[in-house]
């Protein structure tokens, strides 16, 4: 099965310039998680979506970055404008309510951000 | 969520098990207890969850401590490609996971 998949794997760009990453999660999966991750924060999670309706965007830093889940496969996370300081690896991750014991989240192997 | 504690670091001889602690005295009775590893340069990777009761899977054993205060993964037989970043985490019903600072574990030959 395929699994979470995220692109641009790698990105570079310019202060000042529009960032969209892309996700793809796990086909059936009810729930997407979009992380950051850099040396001083660790992972942090920016937002999560149940059913494609946004549940928890607590975690956003701020009205530059934006996400969307227009339908069950796909995902945007959108920085505008980029700052050095968005430069980060940015990973998504997906899972299926389950009614037995917990449910697991798995991740996509992550987009790097490094904004210049 | 309730915080865990894990040690920053710790060596593993290749072949050997490989005990990872994690402290997580303040957990309520409907938190799970959640293991990930993150190799370089990758995303998180699932290893095993549990609630109660000690869990056993392909790649890992949960010993959850009977008060749940701690757990204990093992590693059976680590090797070279275990070396990674190992979190503990535990999960309320709310569906996300926070994540710490986790165990740097290197495993040498």
């Known amino acids: 099965d395929a699994g979470v998949i995220q692109s641009p794997r790698h990105e570079v760009t310019e202060m000042g310039q529009e960032v969209t990453l892309r996700c793809k999660p796990i086909s059936g999966h009810d729930y997407l998680f979009w992380y950051r991750q850099t040396m001083m924060r660790g992972l942090e999670l920016l937002i999560y979506f149940n059913n494609n309706v946004p549940i928890d965007d607590s975690g956003m830093p701020e009205d530059r970055f934006s996400a969307k889940m227009p339908n069950a496969s796909f995902s945007t996370l959108k920085i505008q404008p980029s700052e050095p300081r968005d430069s980060a690896v940015y990973f998504c991750?997906?899972?299926?309510?389950?009614?037995?014991?917990?449910?697991?989240?798995?991740f996509g192997e992550g987009s790097w951000l490094t904004v210049v | 969520d309730a915080k865990t504690t894990q040690p920053p670091s710790m060596d593993c001889a290749e072949g050997r098990a490989a005990n990872l602690p994690c402290n997580h005295s303040t957990i309520s009775g409907n938190e799970y207890v959640y293991w990930y590893r993150q190799i370089h340069s990758q995303g998180p990777q699932y290893i095993i969850h549990g609630l109660k009761n000690n869990e056993t899977n392909e790649m890992a054993s949960l010993i959850i401590t009977e008060d749940r205060k701690s757990s204990t993964l093992i590693l059976p037989h680590a090797t070279l490609r275990d070396t990674a970043v190992y979190y503990c985490i535990v999960r309320t019903n709310d569906y996300k996971l926070s994540f710490g600072a986790g165990t740097t574990v290197t495993v040498r030959a």
């Open positions: 991750a997906s899972s299926l309510r389950g009614r037995s014991s917990g449910n697991t989240i798995y």
